[in-house]
T-cell receptor, first 113, second 116 residues
Framework: AQSVSQHNHHVILSEAASLELGCNYS??????LFWYVQYPGQHLQLLLKYFSGDPLVKGIKGFEAEFIKSKFSFNLRKPSVQWSDTAEYFC???????????FGSGTRLSIRP | NAGVMQNPRHLVRRRGQEARLRCSPMKGHSHVYWYRQLPEEGLKFMVYLQKENIIDESGMPKERFSAEFPKEGPSILRIQQVVRGDSAAYFCASSPPGLANYNEQFFGPGTRLTVL
């Protein structure tokens, strides 16, 4: 069965620090990969997605993620975080043969101003 | 173009009552998905519907839960005889027609169900 692991439950950073949130998935076939963000009081928004092609994916608000197939990983990065990046971040995967999305348990990111 | 609409945003029910959650997909979208988020957990897939058809209900509990997406009107997630363990946030998502596997899902604001 597919599964997604996000190892960091809560990350606290200062403004301008670099960010990397880990995500590993378990699935043997072709996958689609996503990072969603949920800002306080708002609903889920798509940050970026990978379906095929260049494994380095650029998303909104300066975020990027790299798909490393050999490691079953899709880590999210941002070189310099801002206070407004405070949110919960969800890594997610779907297989190319099914449309349901499997979500990780989320990482809460807190940024100190 | 309005986003995915869900109502009510908050719903309180006593044990044994029924809960009805509504989802109106984005205009032009014909695929609807329901997810449940329990406290301190990620979203868990429940069911995937197209108009008048249930495509994948592998995440739906076997009893008390049902979902529909009629030809006209919103998609409904119905929970009969609610129990405290049903307390959660229920999210609806929609995607446009075509290959659902490759379409981004757009999420609604969720309905927070509290069972007393």
């Amino acid at each position: 069965a597919q599964s997604v692991s996000q190892h960091n439950h809560h990350v606290i950073l200062s403004e301008a620090a670099s960010l990397e949130l880990g995500c590993n998935y378990s699935y043997g076939g072709t996958v689609n990969l996503f990072w969603y963000v949920q800002y306080p009081g708002q609903h889920l928004q798509l940050l970026l997605k990978y379906f095929s092609g260049d494994p380095l994916v650029k998303g909104i608000k300066g975020f990027e993620a790299e798909f490393i197939k050999s490691k079953f990983s899709f880590n999210l990065r941002k070189p310099s975080v801002q206070w407004s990046d405070t949110a919960e971040y969800f890594c997610a995967v779907s297989s190319s043969s099914a449309s349901k999305i499997i979500f990780g348990s989320g990482t809460r990111l807190s940024i100190r101003p | 173009n309005a986003g995915v609409m869900q109502n009510p945003r908050h719903l309180v029910r006593r044990r044994g009552q029924e809960a009805r959650l509504r989802c109106s997909p984005m205009k032009g979208h014909s695929h609807v998905y329901w997810y449940r988020q329990l406290p301190e957990e990620g979203l868990k897939f429940m069911v995937y519907l197209q108009k008048e058809n249930i495509i994948d209900e592998s995440g739906m509990p076997k009893e008390r839960f049902s979902a529909e997406f009629p030809k006209e009107g919103p998609s409904i997630l119905r929970i009969q005889q609610v129990v405290r363990g049903d307390s959660a946030a229920y999210f609806c998502a929609s995607s446009p027609p075509g290959l659902a596997n490759y379409n981004e899902q757009f999420f609604g604001p969720g309905t927070r169900l509290t069972v007393l």
